[in-house]
């Protein structure tokens, strides 16, 4: 597969989990374009063992964990340098203020149903969230949704259980109010 | 339904099912209301996941993508020197090098210490052949005529012992059958090794939680029977418990039941006395007066979201048994009373900031709008 021809099929994919993993479309758009310069460059030695977008998605959802890590390390370093912070960012190029763009739940005033998933789902841990977005939006089997995260099926299976029921109280709580 | 049905009806909705494990399924939906109800509820929930819109990407995105690769492909620049300049750099580095080396594998100066006095100049010797101490506490001091340093010739000065160290506490001797006195463990810090782990500690954590809120009683407040300026307590649904009380945040909270004698008497039927009948005052509400109690109740009431933000030095929260709304605040002499209407709806509707104040408050409910 060709560089153009990979593109084309995945980035608007990996774009897409990025938004559901980040809530923000220019976080997205920073991991989206990590993970895919991570799968350019390692697409030589795609072999197959999987399917391409599964492969695609465990590149995308590796990098967002990094990120997730890494942001907590400078959190908690930025409490106790006071103000002396590093800010090369290790994963990549410095990453510009998001100043022009809003974050998904003020930019989607229309869009209020969608806001409140958006937010209700970034109240799952990491893993969780990447499980329910992985099977609900991208009808990702438990093996492929196994394979992508390197777990067994049968934890993505009790794992999307209790995400898909802690995600129906904090929607119906949302309601309620 | 226990969650392992729930969790085999989620993989029915998954198509995660053997096909036998499916027909099984298929006949219990056929049979069980409860779990084509518990079907719908899973499906409803999916649909409303998926109604999370698809985006195209951002304009541009493509041209960034090249630009971010161009820029992760650059290679690293080496500063080269002139030529002419490379024998000076070289001697200076190996200078350096050197002088680092010589540093750390010199041999230490001796140095020379005054020990004692030699007639009339002191005696220096180097620190290889000075004493382990300067002084020798054995010998006598000898030195200045009596009365210019306050001592006699050949005076020996007593050096008294150092002061013995604390004795440590005596353990006071336990009584046959008395219980050991256990330190509480230090608390570590959890430190998970996988999200599996913090997840499960979160939820046992959790647990506990829940646990110690269902564990606590219900406080409300009434007047006391012989001042209106008190504000008593009771507890409205009275597990078997001996009473305590404990202020938190500015709020009494009553925690088991209530003592027999004060609540038989909060409880006694009609009466002519009428101190006792003030006392069977109707319990109304709270009123809280900080931010911990303020989330606790908050959170025990089942209301959705954050709590109001109330400024606690000039504020306070009403909280309301039944969703209401404040109609009426009125500062009395010896106490304040605040009126409140039910109206129904939300829990949200119990929570109302209002002033502060150092005088006890009444809640009186009024009859609602006809």
Partial sequence: MSESEFLERHAELVYNLALRLTGNRTDAEDLAQDALIRALKALPGFRGESQASTWVYRITVNAWKNRVRSEKRRAFWRTVSFGFIDTDDEDGPVREPAADEPPLDQGLEKEEGSSVVQKALLQLEENDRAIVILRELEEKSYEEIGDALDLPAGTVKSRLFRARAKLKTLLERTHAS | ?370
């Fill in chain 2, 1 to 370: 339904m226990n969650d392992e049905m729930r969790e085999r009806l989620a993989a029915y909705l998954d198509g995660a099912l053997s096909p036998e494990d499916r027909a099984t399924v298929e006949a219990q939906l056929a049979r069980s209301e409860e779990l084509r109800r518990e079907l719908e509820s899973l499906k409803a929930l999916s649909a409303t996941l998926k109604s999370l819109p698809r985006e195209k990407l951002p304009p541009g995105f493509f041209a960034r993508l090249e630009a971010r690769r161009h820029r992760a492909l650059k290679p690293r620049t080496w500063v080269f020197l002139p030529p002419a300049a490379r024998p000076l750099a070289f001697a200076m580095s190996t200078a350096v090098v050197a002088l680092v080396v010589w540093d750390k594998t010199r041999a230490p100066e001796s140095i020379h210490v005054p020990v004692g006095w030699q007639g009339d100049r002191a005696a220096v010797v180097s620190e290889a052949d000075a004493p382990t101490a300067q002084f020798d506490f054995a010998k006598q001091v000898t030195g200045a005529a009596a009365g210019g340093s306050g001592l006699a010739a050949n005076q020996t000065i007593a050096v008294a012992p150092a002061a013995p160290a604390p004795a440590a506490a005596r353990k006071a001797a336990r009584a046959p059958g008395a219980p050991l006195e256990v330190a509480e463990p230090a608390a570590t810090a959890f430190v998970a090794r996988s999200e599996e782990e913090r997840s499960a500690f979160n939820e046992r954590q959790h647990e506990y939680l829940e646990k110690a809120k269902k564990e606590m009683g219900i406080a409300k407040v009434i007047q006391r029977a012989d001042s209106e300026d008190d504000i008593a307590l009771d507890v409205a649904e009275p597990p078997a418990a001996r009473v305590s009380e404990r202020r938190l945040g500015g709020v009494a909270a009553v925690r088991g039941a209530a003592s027999s004698q004060r609540l038989g008497a909060m409880s006694a039927g009609p009466s002519d006395d009428p101190d006792a009948t003030r006392a069977r005052a109707k319990v109304v509400a709270l009123l809280l007066t900080g931010p911990e109690t303020l989330q606790a109740a908050w959170t025990a009431s089942g209301a959705a979201g954050d709590p109001p933000a109330a400024d606690f030095k000039t504020q306070a929260v009403a909280m309301l048994p039944e969703p209401g709304l404040i109609v009426g605040i009125q500062d009395g002499k010896k106490a304040r009373i605040i009126r409140w209407r039910p109206v129904g709806g939300e829990p949200v509707l119990r929570f109302h900031i209002v002033p502060a104040s150092d005088k006890p408050t009444r809640f009186v409910q009024v009859p609602p709008a006809p």
